[in-house]
């Protein structure tokens, strides 16, 4: 009998191992499958940024939709976030509208963080928050709001002017505040930009003081790491260094690193333990010979178009790297109306034609069309887009 259990035992035991492996087998199958997977992704945008395309052809899935003067766009999950003066609406790669928000924005102004949406109404008193699944929540101020951000986890920093002094505060999505900067405009000077980071508890602005002779301007860095109930002191730094530029872009990168951009320069700045450090800087008009005409910010990038003093090749495009470091510098040989920095792309829509670089500069594409563009949205990366002119709003495929 004994003999008996132990050659049981032992068949077990080789039975056991036999499904050890063959379980370890699988989940390797599936790792290769999982690796092979992301690498065909990665290949498709390697391929995509380097092969260059010279035409186009509407694709299957094509809407068409009745258009109001001011609607703006922009790109979300493969689809794209529409804003108009009467509501908002979501339509995702397919085509579909996923939701149509009733509302009346004066001057709506759409800003996407993660997987939230913001649609703020510019002058107006209120604020709305979106995410795939439709309204999740709304801010309201008592004065105008003059300018917005927002955080990944769908929180919204509103700057609202008053008479003599401005206020710049960060809102759950149900509208609570969550802390608040009272800027007195004698004092502290008149704000001109700000930003917060994308977890929300660094907030930065620019600053010009008009009554000073000269003209004083700058940059201040709050720090709101320790909860709003702190008694510590929130500015974390203070920089006064720009020679009475006015800096009308400042921006955190998602590390929570930050830029500000002036009428010449562009500097960049670091977060420590306990204060921010300039790390770099560059004087535009003297290392390019050109005025900054756009600024976009997009993950860890920020980039610029110059225009520049060059009958063959107009403008310039520069992006840079959280650190400072030049990452295209490239001449444009056309110009355009609207430039948009989104998955690593810069994309450029003009009265009738659109072109798209890579940020290492790469001509993918330049074209023309038969209809003035609003705007082209990525569907997803590659090759697909949504071409958006005169009402109508074509998938398309470069080719």
Sequence with gaps: MAGKNYKKKEY?????????????????????LGALGAAAVIISIIVFNVKGYTSYKSTAG??????????????????????????????????????????????????????????????????DVFD???????????????????????????????????????????????????????????????????????????????????????????????????????????????????TGDICFFDSGNAAAVSENSVKFYSYGTNDVTLKSEKNIFEEYDGIIKRVMKGGDKLALILSVNDADAPEKLLVFGENGRVMCDRDLTESYEKYVLEDNRIIMTG???????????????????DRPVSAIIGNGGGNKFFLISEGKVEKIKLS
């Design 62 to 127: 094509e809407v068409i939709k009745t258009d109001e003067p001011g609607a703006v766009y922009m790109s979300y999950k493969d689809g794209y976030i529409r804003g108009s003066h009467s509501g908002a609406e979501y339509v995702d790669e397919s085509g579909k509208t996923v939701w149509n928000e009733a509302k009346a924005f004066s001057n709506p102004k759409i800003m996407v963080f993660g997987d939230y949406i913001i649609v703020a109404d510019i002058g107006g008193n209120s604020v």
């Design 351 to 369: 009265n009738f034609r659109f072109a798209v670089y890579s940020a290492s500069g790469k001509e993918i594409t330049k074209q023309k069309t």
């Design 12 to 32: 077990d035991e080789v039975a056991a191992m036999r499904k050890k492996k063959q379980r370890q087998k699988r989940i390797n199958m599936g790792i290769l």
């Design 132 to 246: 795939a699944t439709g309204h999740a929540g709304r801010v309201e101020t008592p004065n105008s709001i003059y300018a917005v951000s927002g955080t990944e986890d769908g929180r919204v920093a509103i700057m609202t002017q008053e008479k003599n002094a401005d206020y710049i505060g960060l809102y759950e999505m149900d509208g609570e505040m969550i802390y608040s900067v009272k800027t007195a405009l004698g004092g502290d000077g008149y704000p001109l930009a700000f930003d917060v980071s994308r977890d929300g508890k660094k907030m930065a602005l620019s600053y010009v003081k008009a009554d000073n002779k000269p003209v004083e301007t700058g940059v201040r860095f709050y720090d709101f790491s320790d909860g709003k109930t702190s008694d510590k002191n929130r500015i974390a730094g203070e920089f006064g260094d720009y020679d009475g530029e006015l």
